[in-house]
Every structure is written in C-alpha cells, then in structure tokens.
C-alpha cells in the first residue's frame, strides 16, 4: 500500500470511512507503520470487484467485528478465507450482552425511540474504554504480532473509533492527532450522512438531517469523554493499558519496537 496523508481513506469505490493508522507521528518522533492497521465500517460494504481487490492487496491476517450477534447476523461480514476472524462485540448493556443497533426498528419508533438512542450512545462513552473485551483481545492481536489487523462495527465510527484512539494513544501519538483521526469520520461519511437524512425525512421530516448527522458522524464530546475518563482513572496512560487490556510494560515496549518506525 503507498503511504498517504494520515487518516486518510482508502481509495474504496463503496466502503467509505475505510482508513488505516499509518503515518502519524509516535513516541520520540518515529512515524507508526504504514499497512499494520485498518480501520473500517462493516466488510459487507464491500461490493465491487475493485474494491474487492484492493482488499486483498492489504493482506490483512486478523479482523476484529465489534458488532453485535443480531447486527452480523442483518449484515453479514463476507468469508475471507485465511484470515482469524474475531467476534466480540465492544458496546454491551448492563447484563454483558452486545448491544443491537437495529436502526430501522429505532426508526420506526420516531422521535422518542431516536432520542433514547442518541442518550444512549453518548452515555456509553463513559464506559466503552473500560472493562471491554474486545480491547484487550485486540491488544492481545497486536501483541502478538497478529497484524495486519484490521477491526471494524457498523459504520467505523465508534466502537472503532474509540479502538482506533487507544492504538494510537498506546504508539505515543499526540492526543491532538489522535482527536483528529477520530473526528476525520465525518469527512468520510458526508455521503452516507445524507443517504441516511433522505431515509429519515418521513418518519422524522424537518428533523431528519440533525439526527443523521448524529447518528452517521462523530462529536467531539465523544472522544474527549473517553479521554478525560481515563483520565480520571488512571494516573498514565500506560497504567491504563495494563489494567484495562493486559498490555504490560514489557509488551507496550514491544509493540512501539515493532509497530513504530
């Protein structure tokens, strides 16, 4: 893969918001790898032959779907042969279980049931970084030199979103980079933002683009709330990795060996 601005995304005809970690500047001012990292929305977005060939040009040997049962189950990732695929879901209610982004159900719920989703996303932010399997099975990857890995939910946005911050907090890049990958999410999905306020104008009408640009972007409230509540906790960030996702001094100094450059 030829390196590119960081965070940029990947020339996909039909997968937007597909991007990597690469390039971005790390602990004592080495660069972190390109083509170890990806970043994505759901693989059933990918839909053409080139497409399809672009992907197999990455040589991705792990995939991480932070989605839920039911949301794979409406969704499917394709079968890619040779690649471990990982599923476990990194947004879970109160009981464990991966929660169910259904958003037509939601929909059909109007306004109210909208709203009670949006609370919900953004309430989730105080604890998606904590206790989460998911993070630590993926630190556990790339600790183990399970790479190129590539993790994904639905849209790329959140879920990976948040783990695409951890990685990069983790290589030592700077939290105004790692702020600024997080939020390049609403560049990439101005198409699907206005797909998705066309869907919603007859149940939603004049409200419909503020709900999508909700539910199809990124707030900057978001990622600081993460930020700030590990901080909060933690008196390092590294601490924070020990405790959260199994990463030890040791390990945390193999990984900025192998992934920084």
Not at 26 to 32: D, Q
Not at 102 to 129: C, H, K, P
Not at 188 to 202: D, F, Q
Not at 225 to 238: A, D, H, N, Q
């Amino acid at each position: 893969m030829n390196e590119h601005a960081p965070g940029a995304p990947l020339p996909f005809e039909r997968c937007d918001n597909f991007r990597e970690l690469g390039g971005y500047t790390g602990l004592g001012g080495k660069r972190v790898k390109y083509g170890v990292f990806y970043r994505t929305p759901a693989l059933a977005n990918l839909r053409t032959e080139s497409d399809w060939a672009l992907f197999r040009s990455l040589g991705v040997r792990t995939v991480f779907d932070f989605r839920s049962d039911a949301e794979r189950a409406q969704m499917p990732d394709p079968e890619l042969p040779g690649v471990r695929c990982v599923h476990v879901p990194a947004m879970l209610d109160s009981s464990g279980n991966g929660v169910n982004f259904d958003l037509n159900a939601i929909f059909a719920g109007g306004e109210r049931a909208v709203d009670e989703m949006l609370e919900w996303v953004a309430a989730s932010y105080q604890t998606m970084a904590f206790g989460n399997p998911a993070y630590r099975q993926l630190f556990e990857a790339i600790t183990a030199g399970e790479t190129p890995v590539l993790f994904h939910c639905s849209a790329g946005k959140d879920r990976t979103g948040v783990a695409a911050a951890l990685i990069l907090l983790a290589l030592g890049v700077s939290r105004e980079d790692v702020v600024r990958d997080y939020l390049i999410t609403n560049e990439c999905r101005v198409r699907s933002r206005a797909a998705l306020a066309k869907k919603l104008e007859p149940a939603l009408g004049s409200r419909a683009r503020q709900y999508a640009d909700v539910i199809g972007g990124v707030s900057l409230d978001s990622i600081e709330t993460v930020l700030r509540g590990i901080g909060e906790k933690y008196p390092s960030f590294e601490s924070y990795l020990e405790a959260e996702c199994g990463v030890t001094p040791t390990a945390l100094a193999r990984i900025r060996e192998q992934y920084l450059e």
